[in-house]
């Protein structure tokens, strides 16, 4: 199971920062405007080797670290780089972060120690993440489905649901906000 640092739903503190008015009803904190500039260049890059949208990708890191506010640390305390979540299964040679985490087993929610992949940069990250989506057989109808930009965000979000990326019952749903409101503030010129 890849899921990421919690089952729970990441929202960004309101410590990340006030909102700062948008067009529109919808608003965005400095931190989440900062994680779209910040990543947008490396969810270029993998959505050129996936095909997957790049605000799809950006999307998902940023359901994964709740927005760079609960990033995947290190012993040391430092980054990891991992804004997806990936664990590190028996395949993976490079190095890694050990944190508690909450996973969905059997429908109940537990507190377990798991080992996630650590990288050297958030490009690492992507670059990673987009190798995965791309290889892994259990991904290959995600793929399918977004290639051409035929799949809404919802196919998507159900789609790494249906293949097991995480364990939380409700992860399509909840990417699926974070995909929609990431569309909307991109359209709003926020990143």
């Known amino acids: 199971q890849m899921g990421g640092p919690s089952a729970a739903a990441l929202a960004p503190p309101a410590a990340a920062g006030a909102p700062i008015r ?21 969810a270029r890059a993998a959505e050129a080797q996936t095909g997957i949208p790049a605000t799809f990708m950006v999307a998902q890191a940023a359901h994964e670290s709740g927005w760079g506010q609960r990033e995947i640390r290190n012993a040391d305390g ?16 490079g190095p890694v972060a050990e944190i508690t985490t909450t996973e ?8 377990v120690v798991a080992k996630f992949r650590a990288y050297a940069s958030y490009a690492e990250s992507f670059g990673d993440y987009a190798r995965m989506m791309k290889t892994s057989p259990r991904y290959s109808s995600v ?6 930009r035929t799949g809404s965000a919802q196919e998507f979000a159900q789609g790494l649901q249906r293949a097991g990326y995480a364990t ?24």
Do not use: M
């Open 22 to 42: 948008v067009e529109g009803s919808l608003k965005a904190t400095p931190a989440q405007a900062e994680f779209l500039k910040q990543h947008q260049s490396a």
């Open 168 to 191: 939380d019952p409700a992860y399509a749903d909840k990417l699926t906000r974070v995909i929609n409101t990431t569309l909307r503030l991109q359209q709003r010129g926020v990143a």
């Open 104 to 111: 969905v087993i059997g429908g109940v929610a537990r507190k």
């Open 143 to 148: 793929i399918g489905q977004v290639q051409g």
């Open 78 to 93: 430092t980054s990891s780089f991992n804004l997806f979540g990936i664990k590190a299964d028996a395949h993976w040679k």
